[in-house]
């Protein structure tokens, strides 16, 4: 099995926008988006497997080369700083990450003059260095989902958190104040894949890049 190329996959958008775009340079993967509750489909034909797993699993699975390429948001890559080759910017997936606060708080508030804050975020190393970057001393609570419901409960006024369209944030009564980074879908390599199977990998890589 160690001709296969393995592709490890999160569900959801990405999952479709990435088997549209393989799509675009032959490989064939439409299977990824039946009901099936498998979690490893193979392509004996083209000799490729892909795997389904959470979006923040997927860094894992490559960098432990369970997998040879993952598809994954720079979000995800950022907060874990996994030891992996990332070729290419899908360009897929945009948002947003952002520090967030109520609207009342925001209309006097002024972040240049932050010194001590806490924050509620999945992100807790992404927030810890960018505001260690600007000098604020932060105090992390880390939540798993709904982070808008932090301030309207008061364990935290401020938030990090991805945004697209902001209609979220606006109907919790938030509203944006600083932007930490523009994020998109990634494509990434395990690093002994790329020289033991350096040709086939390099094929897809020059042609998804044709294509975005």
């Not at 520090?99 to 002024?110: K, N, Q, T, W």
């Not at 992100?123 to 260690?132: D, R, S, W």
Request: proline residues 3%.
């Amino acid at each position: 099995m160690n001709d296969f190329i393995t592709i490890a996959i999160p569900k959801g958008r990405i999952l479709e926008e990435s088997v549209e775009l393989f799509g675009k340079i032959g490989i064939d993967c439409r299977d990824l988006l039946g009901k099936s509750r498998k979690l490893i489909f193979e392509n004996e034909a083209q000799k490729m497997r892909y795997m389904i797993v959470r979006a923040t699993d997927v860094p894992t699975y490559v960098e432990y080369g369970c997998a040879d390429l993952g598809i994954v948001g720079k979000d995800t890559l950022m907060e874990q700083e996994k030891n992996l080759y990332e070729p290419l910017d899908l360009k897929f997936g945009y948002c947003r990450m952002m520090v967030a606060e109520p609207a009342g708080l925001a209309d006097h508030d002024d972040p240049s003059r932050w010194s001590n804050i806490r924050i509620a975020t999945k992100y807790p190393n992404v927030t810890e260095k960018y505001f260690a970057a600007k000098g604020v001393q932060v105090e992390i609570i880390k939540l798993y989902g709904s982070i808008e419901l932090a301030p309207l409960v008061g364990l935290s006024e401020r938030i990090v958190d991805l945004v697209s369209t902001g209609e979220t944030l606006k109907q919790n009564g938030l509203v944006e104040v600083e932007t930490i980074a523009e994020i998109t879908t990634r494509l990434i390599v395990n690093r002994a894949s790329l020289k033991t199977k350096h040709q086939r990998i390099s094929e897809i890589i020059e042609g998804l890049e044709k294509h975005i």
